[in-house]
């Protein structure tokens, strides 16, 4: 099984609720889980989430909370999964009148002497974590 170098783990209040967000509307596939600890572990194309119930929920004695928490968990962070089709994403989403952070767009970064294009949108899942989905546009000269 593979597993990517870098794997966020997010913490969650009720892993249920997550993973109907991501399984059912994002497309994501549970890999394996522990439901006893309350963990799963989901891919989307190679993109990797681990998501783990609160100690507070799970009643588990280890305490992965750095502050108090409080929604919308990951303030600060979005995170950014390319998918094959945003469009397709994106259109599940506003059919389940799931709220978007921002609306679809097509937007151009700059890496030295190119122009690299991304179709993207945010949501925030069911405890707030910014989520960017993009699809590759290509890239052009600056």
Sequence with gaps: MFHAKLVPELLCSDLQASLD??????????????????????DLNGAQLML????????????WWTAEPRKPYGR?????????????LHQRLLDAQWPLFRPMEE???????????????LVQDSDGYLLRFFHDL????V
């Excluded at 967000?21 to 989901?42: S, W």
């Excluded at 937007?107 to 949108?121: A, E, I, P, S, T």
Aim: charged share 35%; net charge negative; glycine share 12%.
């Design 107 to 121: 937007k151009w970064y700059r890496v030295k002497d190119c122009m690299f294009g991304n179709r993207q949108f």
């Design 76 to 88: 600060g962070i979005n995170l950014q999964i390319e998918v094959e089709d945003a469009d397709v």
């Design 52 to 63: 783990e119930e609160a100690p507070e929920v799970t009643g588990d004695d280890r305490v």
């Design 138 to 141: 290509g890239k052009r000269s």
């Design 21 to 42: 967000f991501y399984t059912g509307l994002g497309g994501f596939e549970i890999l394996y889980e522990r439901p006893e600890e309350g963990f799963a572990f989901i």
